[in-house]
């Protein structure tokens, strides 16, 4: 149970509002009654996860959002009052971030007082204290809450340079000593003073060859509840990079390891040609730590390992190459910071060669710190030089002189895809399998670069796209959100742009305002 409240803290919530009737007879509206339900809302890879929390507590609901891949689990009032509220009473637990327990106090607040209508609430949102970072130490389900809120809020993996890392992170101040307690109870380190990203997110980052093999020692525990699902699945691959990973040889490894999580590691490689062209060495590694005949192993049906998408950036480097680096397969969060602004200004470029691929990215005008936020998401990544771009101006039309700032990535050969998706004939195009890419978080991208504020509704510009390209466009966000646009023409020939009127935009905002950063949201909000 105790690992259910560190997933609701992380990835749930708990609604609560006006639920409006009607009366039969006269059709007109009553007083609202109470609508209360609990939500946790995650990617569809997590549906085992739902499913097992649904087979433990014996009640509540899964709801498919089929056009955004994610699922929900809802727990209703009723669940809420029969099952999840006494079972947190009977285990002494608590909800330790701020939002979830000012919900919870609410909810607590409305059926201890038998509150029916809506209009009767008479509560008054009190200032929570702020727990110390030992008084999370000294809970004793503390543990285990962090489990699910690993699985929420928390990742498993290694940069392009080749080090390791566990990172999570949460919002606001006043949960910051949460973060402090999760570093004293996996490493038994104090955490350095962090600033927050422009979200006002803040991030603990556990890398030393110490604090990873303390890492393991926390998640490979008896004594707490295991991970479960896909953070279960990308924790096993992370061991298996780790352990084949020469600069990780020290670390002690937990004796049993998923034999299809290695395996799973191992076949996805051939998805990709260059990684078994040129990581023949790490293959064979592989191969090595789980004692099976090669040859063997290469009959084996490849397909039958395809189950679980892989989110680890593992580097692979050859002695004999001669671009900078070569990093694959890429995270989901990657390439939808990619692929959200090649919809906008960003351009791909081959070197001469044809053997390796960079983004180039640029942005003019006021909005520097969107591209500030965009160069330090990729350099933490290692997909680009950390140091912070120049701000250049340059003479534009009317002799107005503009500022602008421009960076480009790495030349990665494994980029190469991505070009030949977005590129024919040298001209950047709308891939035809757009729709499969469009994730509320490129959909965020792609606004905060090219969108703006118009009559109320959101005007985005696909200049450098054609007529054809604007309709691949307008169906992948219907297919993808439900959401209805319009193709506008601007009075140039050939250049378009993708209208959303004012009607659609409180849902728009639905989708992607938890993406933007604080520069960028006035170009969405009323």
Known sequence: MAMFMGIVDGDGYI??????????????????????????????????LLNYLVKVLGTGSLSHLNSVNQIRLIFSKK???????????????????????????????????????WDDVQFKASSLSVHTCDYYINLKFFADWLVGFTMAEGSFGIKANGS??????????????????????????????????????????????????????????????????????????????????????????????????????????????????????????ILNLL???????LNLNSSLFFLTPIILNIPIRVKSQKLKIRVGPHSPNIISIIFGYLLGNANLEKNKNGNGTRIIFIQEGSHVKYLLWLHNELAKAGYCNSNIPKIITKLGIHGKMRKVIRFSSWTLTSFNWIYDLWYIND???????????????????????????????????????SYSDCILLTEALYSNFKLITIIQATGTPNKYLIYINKESMPYLRSIVFRYFIPTMKYKILP
């Open 291 to 297: 004692q099976i005949d090669s040859l063997k192993c």
């Open 427 to 465: 001209k950047k195009v709308v891939p035809k399998s757009i729709k499969e890419y469009l994730t509320p978080f490129t959909f965020a991208v792609w606004i905060m670069n090219n969108g703006y504020k118009s009559d109320g509704g959101l005007k985005i510009l696909t200049y450098s796209f």
């Open 15 to 48: 609604e609560i509002g006006p639920q409006k009737q009607y009366n039969k007879k006269t059709k007109l509206s009553v007083k609202s009654t109470i609508r209360a339900r609990l939500v946790i809302r995650l990617h569809t890879r997590d549906e085992d």
């Open 79 to 117: 669940d809420l009052i029969s099952i999840i509220i006494p079972l947190i009473k009977e285990y002494n637990l608590e909800f330790l971030t701020n939002n979830r327990r000012n919900q919870y106090a609410l909810l607590t607040y409305i059926i201890e007082n038998n509150v029916v209508h």
């Open 164 to 285: 390791a890392f566990y990172q999570i992170k949460q919002k606001g101040l006043e949960n910051y000593n949460i973060l402090k307690a999760i570093c004293l109870v996996v490493a038994d380190k104090q955490i350095n003073d962090t600033k927050p990203d422009d979200n006002d997110n803040y991030q603990i980052s556990l890398t030393s060859k110490m604090d990873i093999q303390k890492t393991v020692n926390f998640f490979s525990s008896d004594n707490n509840h295991p991970l479960i699902g896909y953070k279960l699945k990308q924790y096993e691959l992370w061991l298996v990079a780790l352990k084949a990973s020469s600069r990780y040889s020290q670390i002690i490894y937990p004796p049993l390891i998923s034999l299809s999580s290695m395996l799973l590691l191992i076949f996805i490689i051939p998805s990709n040609e260059e990684l078994v062209v040129e990581n023949f060495k790490f293959f064979v590694n």
